[in-house]
């Protein structure tokens, strides 16, 4: 008989806790991962990326060193052929190739969402990948640095100002984070030594962090306003220009730094699949099966899984439920080949974690709250053990950091055309069913 052929579509955190997981649970199948790059990127730790805490390379986990017994196809699928099973996909190069698959493991996650806003397409900056944290981290410098050469007053306080559209888990951590590295980069620019620098957040939501619990985006909030940032609620931006926005309330910002932290939308293939979706999302059962499709999975933010826990509900697009989802498709793909029973996903929230920079956190693991330096410390210890790899760096890194604070420099990697938010995502082009 055949060796029986997994093929895993993307490999954030549901699809690399996949490929894990079937390696251990599937030792007689031949498992293939489709993904663009060859690591596993921890995206919880992009902010501490972009403020220079953290080197990229730190939560860019190596795929063929953790994943020794899955073979990696370096490239994008193309095109999906569900009834035929066969994936066709796209090396970095160009060159086309055709995967047949026994089972299918949909894990593309997700990508930007781009709202119908003016300008924004064009001047805003996303943050969901290592390209977009390097641009920023380059782009912020840059700014302060420009300024603090201009003789011009009005050029220099846009170029001094940030401003931050969406103020969730991403948006929270990143104006947090950002408004840490503009208070240490002024200090390296004698220039702006008495220019202020102002840090901006708006959401239409009526608090930060809004799909957390009060007491922590009371806790955020204090202090993002001790350190001077403007907590903007129930308004957001209306228009967007090169060099000035202006917001829902008609009032007009003059900035060169608008960051899009509004959340995101399953990756397009599950619209070009033309399956049924709840919420733009793929339908699947509780045991993570596609509906109609006895051996297709989707996990992770492409997928409106049921939440037995909530009866009625989905589960939330968060790394938390990405992983479990993960883990569990691992142990009902291989249950699937031997022809047993699949499993239930349930799972309860175990807490959220935010990292405001500094000494600073919110926290409520196993729903205890806590902020300051207890949930600084919760925080990073969940991260560690969260991380796949390169733990001793990273702690390394933060040690280092605490001693002395990291010196920024632009490093001109990332060109701007490369992180336009407008961009669609490599995941895939067509499907056909």
Excluded at 10 to 16: E, L, R, S, V, W
């Amino acid at each position: 008989m055949s060796v029986p052929r997994v093929v895993i579509v993307g490999a954030g955190f549901a699809g690399y806790h996949a490929a894990r997981g079937l390696q251990k649970h599937a030792p007689d199948a031949e498992i293939v991962l489709i993904n663009p790059t060859d690591y596993f990127l921890y995206v919880p730790l992009l902010p501490e990326v972009a403020a220079g805490i953290l080197e990229p390379r730190r939560i860019c986990v190596s795929l063929p060193d953790r994943l020794p017994k899955v073979k990696l196809l370096l490239g994008t699928a193309t095109h999906i052929d569900i009834d035929g099973h066969r994936v066709e996909w796209a090396d970095p190069e160009g060159r086309l190739s055709v995967t047949d698959f026994d089972r299918l493991v949909l894990a593309a996650g997700s990508v930007n969402k781009l709202l119908p806003i003016p300008g924004v397409a064009e001047y805003a900056h996303g943050f969901r990948s290592i390209s977009e944290a390097l641009f920023l981290r380059d782009h912020i410098t840059r700014q302060l640095e420009l300024a603090a050469v201009t003789n011009d007053r009005d050029e220099r306080d846009a170029r001094c100002t940030f401003v931050v559209i969406g103020a969730g888990y991403t948006g929270t951590e990143v104006v947090a984070q950002g408004q840490l590295l503009t208070t240490r980069l002024v200090r390296q620019l004698p220039a702006l030594r008495n220019q202020p620098v102002r840090w901006l957040v708006a959401d239409l939501a009526d608090r930060l962090l809004p799909g957390l619990s009060p007491r922590m985006s009371k806790t955020a909030e204090r202090v993002l306003r001790k350190r001077g940032v403007e907590v903007r609620l129930g308004q957001s931006v209306g228009y967007a220009g090169p060099e000035c926005l202006q917001m829902t309330t008609g009032e007009q910002i003059t900035t060169r730094s608008l960051i899009w932290c509004v959340g995101v939308r399953p990756d397009p293939l599950v619209d070009a699949l033309s399956l049924p979706t709840d919420h733009g999302r793929l339908q699947v059962h509780e045991t993570l099966l596609v509906r109609g499709r006895a051996h297709v999975f989707a996990v992770g933010d492409c997928a409106a899984v049921p939440d037995v826990t909530r009866p009625g509900s989905i589960t939330g697009m968060t790394a938390q439920h990405a992983q479990r989802q993960g883990k569990l498709v691992a142990r009902n793909v291989a249950a699937s080949l031997r022809g047993e029973d699949l499993q239930t996903y349930k799972h309860h929230d175990l807490g959220f974690l935010v990292d405001l920079g500094g000494r600073q956190a919110a926290a409520n693991p196993l729903h205890i709250p806590l902020s300051g330096l207890a949930a600084k410390t919760v925080t990073r210890g969940y991260h560690l053990y969260s991380l796949p790899g390169n733990r001793t760096r990273t702690s390394t890194d933060w040690a280092v950091n605490t001693i002395m604070p990291p010196r920024a420099v632009q490093l001109g990697l990332i060109d701007a055309r490369r992180v336009r938010l407008d961009c669609t995502s490599p995941s895939i082009m067509s499907q056909e069913v």
